[in-house]
């Protein structure tokens, strides 16, 4: 078998489709038909079954799915250990951030890391948090610089670089705006802008409310926070957003409610070997951290958050 070859069989698996996958290879769709065509001669069996334009895999393809990921991602890790034994900072960095992160917190590290790394390409996400993670599990992308799980979770690692404190915002016409302070069942009986309850955000909130035994029914629900901000200040309803992000029109609101926040940082894989790159991007990400220690290598098999 050929590496070349089931980099496209994982791709095509992936996308379901020659088509898709040509784009993403940056092949032709004929291109890719051959090495699927030749692997499955080499290994004696179908991989994929082509129903119309549909493509499905066969119990051999399933089977195989798996098991080429893994040489794959073996494969380019053995690659980075020999390229980091030059110390050479080349090559493509793959990463993900969240729309929050990169648009408040990445502009000034990526104006440092440029600077000092320009033979680097940078292939940046951005996905939602949690897509975030997902994609660093995966190994699709190297490191994540997003909101980090609040519960943690053994199969991932997690270094802080910011905390974010959250709070209670309306508009700055909202009846509630000039109250000294405002209890969460009063709130309760606003309508509510939040984003979706599968983000983290979302679950601070959520849990905050039913701590104290008060249910929240969202009139709409965006994961952009900046979306939030604009319908918040539009006095459509209240919302939790990052301090730093209140501003007029809005307004942060005094409540009962326990001081909230996220912590935004890095998220790599405790099995995949980071590139010269990839270290070289944290170490400017340390940089611009709250605790500005210059110094930001990610600790081995440590789960450091908990919020």
């Not at 319908?231 to 301090?243: A, F, N, Y």
Request: charged residues 20%; contains cysteine.
């Amino acid at each position: 078998m050929k590496w070349n070859e089931l980099d496209t069989f994982v791709t095509v698996a992936a996308c379901l489709s020659f088509s898709k996958a040509a784009v993403k290879l940056q092949l032709t769709q004929p291109a890719v038909s051959k090495r699927i065509q030749t692997l499955e001669a080499h290994l004696g069996t179908t991989l994929f079954d082509r129903l119309g334009k549909r493509v499905y895999l066969t119990d051999a393809g399933r089977l195989l799915q798996p098991r080429a990921e893994k040489m794959l991602q073996s494969l380019a890790d053995t690659e980075r250990l020999l390229q980091n034994l030059n110390n050479r900072i080349e090559g493509v960095l793959r990463l993900a951030t969240s729309h929050h992160v990169g648009l408040h917190r990445l502009a000034p590290v990526l104006k440092s890391f440029i600077r000092g790394h320009g033979t680097v390409k940078l292939d940046i996400r951005f996905e939602d948090s949690e897509a975030a993670h997902e994609l660093v599990r995966r190994a699709d992308c190297e490191l994540a610089v997003v909101t980090l799980d609040p519960k943690g979770g053994s199969e991932l690692e997690y270094h802080p670089l910011w905390n974010d404190p959250l709070c209670f915002v309306v508009s700055e016409e909202h009846p509630l705006a000039g109250n000294e302070q405002t209890s969460l069942e009063t709130l309760a009986r606003e309508p509510v802008i939040l984003p979706g309850l599968a983000t983290y955000t979302g679950r601070i909130v959520d849990e905050v409310f039913a701590a104290m035994n008060v249910s929240l029914q969202p009139v709409m629900s965006t994961n952009y926070l900046e979306t939030i901000s604009m319908l918040v200040g539009t006095g459509i309803g209240w919302s939790v957003l990052p301090r730093s992000m209140v501003h007029p029109p809005t307004v942060a609101l005094a409540t009962d409610a326990p001081p909230m926040h996220r912590t935004l940082g890095i998220v790599t894989h405790p099995h995949r070997t980071l590139s010269n790159a990839g270290s070289a991007f944290i170490r400017v990400l340390g940089r611009f951290s709250d605790n500005a220690t210059g110094s930001s290598s990610v600790p081995r098999g440590t789960n450091q958050v908990k919020s």
